[in-house]
């Protein structure tokens, strides 16, 4: 079997006690012991050598594989793409690689692994690599690698880290947004509103008497109307709103392309909706109302901290006026 | 100064492998992609360490950069970035002769970077009597803080990169990229030797 | 009597790589030029019979130095000597007028050869 990792350095070209056939058992152990694929195909694609490692993750008999195309040995390989990767393989005498990140196999073999993934193959790394030998016949040697552990391990990660995204985005008590992802949003929002000279505007609400609630029913009491209240709201928004809890039983909303009227009548829906709902906690029923405060995006804000600003005193100013109400920023002015 | 602290002579020795190289390597692709090549002189310029984020982030548009290590004899190492900088690599597949829907934009990105990167790296390790094994290339999420994270925790320190601009135009069809050789100490001075020995034969 | 031959490379270690390789008698009577405008400059100026030219350099490159010949219709024998080895630039310098193309690095016996074959050694 010819040399397939025979160090070409000049330093180390003759070892002259060994004799060749020697050289040739050890070279062929080697290629039998490894936990590689090894797979070498000639200029036309017929397969020269194969390993062990690939006679027993197949079931094909070893006799029927040697001198067939390698296209007819493994008829799952994508024939078009691959004869073209292998061309540029001899024609340009340089390595060629395929990852299981873009592919995540190319030879179907069941994988071995105690372990659940999402493929029943093995996932492969496999390198093409030139070989030219002393009379000039060009091969190419194909090393396939089985990477399954790496690539389950790989998802798993992938998966975890989204969650971890999600959860560090997220209220843990009402589900909706956090305040820190809420004013990440805003941050976008108006970048992009002052951009395209687009209309943004914002509604922040809060709980009247929320500390009598939480009196009166206790803080689970209070919490279930977190809870029923992100969700009432949660639902009469459109999917490019962004809702989040901005406080303790403050929540604020963003609106892109919305002007202070559309603002004003979402929030006069929601101070309804939420007046008229009656929230059941061990059998009584607690009435709750909100006051919001609604602006609008003008020419006179810096950053989006003045928007906030802006709604904030507008909320006050519900409060102020009585609660259960809804008051727009450009009327304070 | 530079800071590879070439002398004149080195520096106009690598200029002129570089060059050798580049023109072998776009006369195999022009023959492996069945078209015309064409060639302009690449310009090499050293980058510090320290400045390579300064120069990658100045590069409007940074579309993606795919990395690739290699080693060979006599401690003579590194690692290549190609640095793609425009919208456009929907024609690569066309390019390198696959269907659109072969492959993925990223793996085109990756085969080109590839062929790109070990031919030319070929002719010029043979100018120098030397041969490179490399890596499997990666694309390198195109993320300020993971691409300086990724040139922080290379397996070297490396002190300085060769910045080779290359611009490829391929008949019809042009793309511009910059390969960028990053390259540790040890290596330099040794790439500095091999200079050194060429410019004796003379 | 030995020729009058121009080396023009803007790499000085291709210069001497062609100086090198040259007959040993002829080394006195070599020029060099470091562009293509030095190149014009000198040929127009002097009565050159072997001018060796690379094709990539800065300025006028060696496409533009052949058509320059052409233009002043100079009696010059041309070997270019170049990175860029890609078939058709190759034919691009012999419809040019160029007497030979080799690649770079040139070798010795190459270029010799090539004087031989041009009846210029």
């Known amino acids: 079997m010819p040399d397939i990792n025979t160090p070409i350095s000049p330093a180390i070209s003759e070892v002259p006690d060994v004799n060749e056939l020697v050289l040739k058992q050890i070279n062929s152990q080697i290629a039998n012991q490894l936990n590689t694929g090894v797979l070498v195909v000639d200029a036309d694609f017929n397969i020269v050598i194969w390993n062990r490692f690939l006679q027993v993750h197949t079931d094909k008999i070893p006799g029927n594989i040697i001198g067939q195309s390698i296209f007819c040995a493994f008829p799952e390989l994508p024939q078009r793409w691959l004869s073209r990767k292998l061309s540029s393989v001899l024609q340009l005498n340089t390595p060629s690689f395929c990852s299981w990140q873009q592919r995540h196999h190319l030879f179907e073999l069941p994988h071995t692994r105690p372990i659940t993934t999402d493929s029943e193959f093995m996932a492969q790394n496999c390198t093409f690599l030139p070989i030219e030998t002393d009379d000039n016949s060009k091969y190419i040697c194909i090393l396939i690698e089985d990477v399954t552990d790496a690539c389950h391990y790989q998802m798993q990660l992938q998966k975890t880290l989204a969650e971890i995204a999600q959860i560090s985005r997220i209220d843990g008590l009402t589900q909706i947004y956090n305040r820190r992802h809420w004013q990440d949003s805003l941050e976008q929002e108006y970048a992009k509103a002052r951009r395209h000279d687009k209309k943004l505007s914002l509604i922040m609400l809060d709980l009247d008497h929320f500390k009598l609630l939480n009196d009166n029913y206790g803080h689970q009491g209070g919490d279930m109307v977190l809870i029923e209240v992100s969700a009432l709201i949660s639902a009469l928004l459109r999917v490019e709103d962004t809702f989040g809890r901005y406080g303790g039983e403050e929540f604020a909303i963003i609106l892109p392309e919305t002007d202070s009227a559309g603002a004003i009548e979402l929030a006069q829906r929601i101070c309804r909706i939420i007046a008229i709902t009656p929230f059941t906690y061990n059998d009584q029923v607690i009435n709750v109302t909100v006051s919001l405060g609604v602006a609008q995006l003008s020419s006179r804000e810096a950053n989006y901290e003045e928007l906030i600003t802006q709604t904030d005193s507008a909320l006050y100013q519900a409060k102020s006026q009585g609660r259960n109400q809804v008051c727009n920023a450009t009327e304070l002015l | 100064m530079n800071e590879f602290h070439l002398t004149e002579d080195q520096q106009d020795c690598l200029q002129e492998l570089i060059n050798i190289a580049m023109g072998q390597a776009s006369d195999q692709l022009a023959r492996y992609l069945d078209t015309f090549v064409y060639l302009k002189v690449p310009s090499i310029e050293s980058v510090a360490a320290k400045d390579l984020m300064k120069t990658l982030s100045q590069q409007k548009n940074t579309m993606a950069v795919v990395s690739q290590g290699f080693f060979g004899y006599e401690g003579i190492r590194g690692e290549a970035l190609l640095v793609y900088q425009e919208e456009g690599s929907a024609r690569i597949a066309d390019l390198l002769g696959y269907e659109p829907d072969e492959l993925s934009q990223d793996e085109q990105l990756i085969d080109i970077s590839s062929i790109l990167t070990t031919t030319f790296l070929n002719v010029f390790a043979q100018q120098i009597n030397n041969q490179l094994s490399y890596n499997a290339p990666k694309l390198l999420p195109n993320i300020q803080e993971i691409l300086s994270e990724h040139l922080q925790q290379m397996p070297f320190t490396w002190d300085l990169a060769l910045k080779v601009n290359i611009n490829y135009q391929v008949t019809d069809y042009s793309f511009n990229c910059n390969m960028i050789l990053l390259i540790p100490e040890t290596a330099i001075t040794n790439i500095k030797h091999v200079l050194d020995r060429i410019l004796e034969e003379f | ?121």
């Open chain 3, 1 to 121: 009597m030995s020729p009058s031959v121009l080396i023009c490379d803007d790499s000085n270690m291709a210069r001497k790589q062609v100086l090198r390789s040259l007959p040993e008698e002829w080394k006195d009577s070599v020029q060099i030029a470091c562009n293509g405008a030095e190149a014009l400059t000198i040929l127009r100026d002097n009565s050159i019979e072997i001018l060796f030219l690379d094709l990539t350099m800065p300025g006028i490159d060696g496409i533009g130095v052949l058509q320059g010949i052409q233009k002043l219709n100079l009696n010059c024998s041309v070997f270019v000597i170049s990175a860029d080895i890609q078939p058709e630039m190759q034919s691009k310098v012999k419809a040019l007028g160029a007497k030979e193309f080799m690649r770079k690095p040139v070798q010795a016996d190459v270029l010799l050869n090539n004087l031989r074959q041009h009846g210029l050694l």
